[in-house]
Structures are given as structure tokens and as C-alpha cells.
């Protein structure tokens, strides 16, 4: 199957480009956010094909993560539309932007999502995320807790930003990171690389407030990390009680933080189950697995 997508959410994307299928994803000479072309900080399979807008031919089905790529797609190519995001706005009463429409299927990526959309008429599923097995795992041996967040000064408050000086010894990583005060920051690491360092750190902080659920925490989880995090969306159900710990009490939080910073074995403990958890339910294979399922029914129609 050509499968046309746009490389938007590279940690999503590279997990949805593991399957059997070609891929075809727009570039352009600038390599601008309509053609940024094949990943350049994760690893992607051969079967990722760069190709200008205009020479994609003969495409089964579209995948699309922003409203404005419907108006790009071959005419009669069926899209399914990737919904990562938490509404905006008038919460719970936000309408989607595709509500009402019939001629494409919103796969969100939580059951959080789908409950808080209004899509109308609009056909949704849920299709969880999965994540490949990282290449390293936790070893917890720096006393320090780990934030793996994208552009958290602009942001501000739905990442949890004005709360990270209340934690001890935190180190951030991400794009735009760069400017925060009362913490170490690494800018814009290699995928490998990050979780290389973000391993050694004893635990993996999640202070989003408004977000759909952080691919980020589900990787630190499978290299066994254990977690502190916000109890918001759909972080309580992707971690169990014996797996880390949730409230929304942030001083529950900060004390949580300076318990497993003085005790390594009880990191070791909680990090052990969240590995367990995530790799039973956020797996790569069953993730393309369920793609792949959606996938047929999509393009069995259009033919």
C-alpha cells in the first residue's frame, strides 16, 4: 500500500512508518513543515520515500494530521485524519474542526481525545499509540529527574512550565528548551542520543496539564523508568498506581520526587512495572497491527 503522509510528529511518525507498507512523505527545497522530508533525527526505515508534492502518484490512501492537507491530497484518495491533540477553547463543548463531515474517518490517538472532541458525524476511532523497544534502558544513576518537552517557554502553563522550579535537580530536553531558568536544558538531542541521557536520570517528570498523553513518558516508561506526573488526561490510565506516581496535588509531587531521588531501590521497583505496562499496552505490533486493520477498511471501500 502507498500510504501519502506528511512528517509532522516525528516520534508518532516514526513508529507508523515501521510497518509493511511505502511511504511516501512530501519535501520541498527548504524542507519548510509542508516538505520537511524523511526524519533527519530518527531512524526510518528505506521504505520512507522523500517526493515533491506534485510527482506523488498513485496513492492508496492519505494520512493527515492538519486540517489544510485535505486540500493537498490526489482527488478521490480516502484520508484518515490523526488527531494528536486535546481541544482548545471552549472545553468540553469544542467542536472539531472536521465535524459533520463524510468523506473521512478521525483516528484519535487516547479515548480522552474522542471523548472531549465534538466530531459531529464524523466517524472516529481510537487507536493507541505504540512505541518500538528503545535501544537503551533506565539505570537510574544520576540523582536527577528527567522532562522531555517541545518549546515549554511558549507554551507555558500547558506544560506544566511554571511548575518545574519546584521540583529538585531537574534536567530538561527538547526543542526550545533553551532560556528556561532553575534547570539544566539540552537543546534538540538525537532521538538515540536523548534517551540515552534521559535513562541515566533517576525518574521521568510529566507536568502537562492540557495534553493528549506525552510519547515521551510512554518511552520512558518502556526503558523502565519510573514516573511522577500530573493525574490529568490521559496520563491515569496509561500509568498504573504501582507503576509511578499521580496526583494533582503538585506538593504530593515534589515529595515523590525527593523519595525516589533517596531511594533508588524504589525507583527500581515502580521503573520495573512501568516497563511491564507499556510494553503490554503500548507495543509497536500491536499499534501497526491496528493501522494496519483501519488501513483496509479505508481503502477497501475506495476501490
Given at each position: 500500500?502507498?500510504?501519502?503522509?506528511?512528517?509532522?510528529?516525528?516520534?508518532?511518525?516514526?513508529?507508523?512508518?515501521?510497518?509493511?507498507?511505502?511511504?511516501?512523505?512530501?519535501?520541498?527545497q527548504t524542507r519548510?513543515?509542508?516538505?520537511?522530508?524523511?526524519?533527519?533525527?530518527?531512524?526510518?526505515?528505506?521504505?520512507?520515500?522523500?517526493?515533491?508534492?506534485?510527482?506523488?502518484?498513485?496513492?492508496?490512501?492519505?494520512?493527515?494530521?492538519?486540517?489544510?492537507?485535505?486540500?493537498?491530497?490526489?482527488?478521490?484518495?480516502?484520508?484518515?485524519?490523526?488527531?494528536?491533540?486535546?481541544?482548545?477553547?471552549?472545553?468540553?463543548?469544542?467542536?472539531?474542526?472536521?465535524?459533520?463531515?463524510?468523506?473521512?474517518?478521525?483516528?484519535h490517538v487516547t479515548h480522552f481525545n474522542e471523548l472531549f472532541w465534538d466530531c459531529g458525524g464524523t466517524r472516529t476511532t481510537v487507536i493507541e499509540h505504540g512505541v518500538p523497544e528503545p535501544a537503551t534502558t533506565w539505570t537510574g544513576a544520576m540523582d536527577r529527574l528527567a522532562i522531555v518537552t517541545n518549546e515549554p517557554i511558549r507554551r507555558g502553563r500547558v506544560t506544566g512550565t511554571d511548575l518545574f522550579g519546584r521540583f529538585p535537580s531537574v534536567d530538561v530536553f527538547g526543542?526550545?528548551?533553551?532560556?528556561?531558568?532553575?534547570?539544566?536544558?539540552?537543546?534538540?538531542?538525537?532521538?538515540?542520543?536523548?534517551?540515552?541521557?534521559?535513562?541515566?536520570?533517576?525518574?521521568?517528570?510529566?507536568?502537562?496539564?492540557?495534553?493528549?498523553?506525552?510519547?515521551?513518558?510512554?518511552?520512558?516508561?518502556?526503558?523502565?523508568?519510573?514516573?511522577?506526573?500530573?493525574?490529568?488526561?490521559e496520563a491515569v490510565a496509561a500509568v498504573p498506581p504501582d507503576a509511578g506516581i499521580l496526583s494533582t496535588r503538585v506538593d504530593d509531587l515534589v515529595e515523590a520526587a525527593h523519595w525516589l531521588l533517596d531511594e533508588p531501590a524504589e525507583a527500581a521497583r515502580l521503573g520495573a512495572r512501568a516497563r511491564q505496562v507499556a510494553a503490554a499496552r503500548y507495543g509497536l505490533d500491536r499499534f501497526l497491527a491496528d493501522w494496519d486493520r483501519l488501513l483496509e477498511e479505508e481503502t477497501c471501500g475506495s476501490r
Open positions: 500500500m502507498n500510504i501519502l503522509i506528511w512528517h509532522v510528529h516525528g516520534s508518532w511518525t516514526t513508529s507508523f512508518v515501521q510497518g509493511k507498507h511505502r511511504y511516501l512523505v512530501p519535501v520541498n519548510d513543515e509542508w516538505g520537511r522530508g524523511r526524519a533527519r533525527t530518527f531512524d526510518w526505515p528505506g521504505t520512507v520515500e522523500e517526493v515533491p508534492l506534485d510527482q506523488i502518484r498513485d496513492v492508496d490512501v492519505a494520512i493527515v494530521q492538519r486540517p489544510e492537507e485535505l486540500d493537498l491530497i490526489p482527488p478521490h484518495v480516502p484520508a484518515i485524519y490523526v488527531e494528536h491533540n486535546t481541544p482548545k477553547g471552549d472545553v468540553p463543548n469544542s467542536r472539531h474542526p472536521l465535524a459533520d463531515r463524510d468523506d473521512v474517518v478521525i483516528a526543542m526550545g528548551v533553551s532560556g528556561l531558568s532553575g534547570v539544566t536544558t539540552y537543546e534538540d538531542l538525537p532521538q538515540r542520543e536523548m534517551h540515552e541521557a534521559v535513562a541515566q536520570r533517576r525518574a521521568y517528570l510529566h507536568l502537562c496539564r492540557w495534553t493528549s498523553l506525552g510519547l515521551s513518558l510512554i518511552e520512558a516508561m518502556r526503558m523502565g523508568m519510573p514516573v511522577i506526573a500530573l493525574a490529568t488526561t
